[in-house]
């Protein structure tokens, strides 16, 4: 498998080989679909807080005769059919969301969509990304030189400098390979992998 190999201006100079088993995968929609779904639920956090019936504010009093009324009997204003009752199965911080996926699925996962954004032309490579004074306008015109507006770079290394100068562009991402989320991968519009880091992810997902 190859692909393109960008300069500094984003032109394609030539192209470089990469491992098929990382980037050569065949598409497998329902498990990249997996994988997003539960690093996606594993990020949530349970702060929903609901009361049940016992919980909620009432009156013990029965609020009308058993009989004879042609309403519904009733014991309790908390019973959850009533207006300002408690909830039946009521969210609770403590709700665990988390789902679990398999070493081997997540890897498999990671590389089908390494594989898919190669095929679609949305991944490419660098020889490195380095900014010598950690300035966001420095990052923002470098990028703009390449003629990229949303960007993941996964490099083998990001300094202070590239931290700084990265963190408050909104549409751009730099992280080092171990980082590297599905979401990420799939939210960006262009992947760039400096060929220090291409290395750490055969190690990663081959």
Same mark, same amino acid.
């Given at each position: 498998m190859q692909v393109e190999l960008l300069n500094d201006q984003g032109l394609a100079s030539s192209k470089v080989d990469v491992p098929d088993t990382v980037f050569g995968r065949e598409y497998n929609e329902s498990l990249i679909h997996q994988v997003v779904?539960?690093?996606?639920?594993n990020a949530r956090q349970g702060t929903r807080a609901?009361? /049940? +019936?016992?919980?909620v504010r009432h009156s013990t009093k029965k609020p009308f005769k058993q009989k004879g009324t042609g309403r519904a009997r009733a014991g309790m204003t908390s019973s959850p059919l009533w207006r300002g009752g408690g909830r039946i199965f009521p969210n609770m911080p403590d709700e665990n969301f988390t789902q679990k996926i398999n070493k081997k699925m997540y890897r498999a996962g990671m590389a089908s969509i390494f594989s898919q954004l190669a095929r679609e032309g949305r991944l490419a490579v660098v /020889? #490195?990304?380095? %900014? /010598? #004074? *950690? =300035?966001t306008k420095v990052l923002a015109d470098k990028? =703009?030189?390449?003629?990229?507006k949303s960007v993941l770079v996964i490099a083998d290394e990001v300094d202070e400098n590239l931290y700084l100068a990265s963190r408050n562009l909104t549409n751009i991402l730099v992280v080092? *390979? +171990?980082?590297? /989320? *599905? %979401? #990420?991968? %799939?939210?960006f519009k262009k992947v760039l992998v400096t060929k220090a880091a291409m290395d750490k992810l055969k190690e990663m997902f081959a």
């Open positions: 779904v539960a690093f996606q639920a609901q009361k /049940d +019936r016992e919980q /020889d #490195s990304l380095t %900014v /010598d #004074s *950690p =300035k990028f =703009k030189a390449m003629n990229l080092e *390979p +171990r980082y590297a /989320d *599905p %979401v #990420s991968l %799939v939210h």
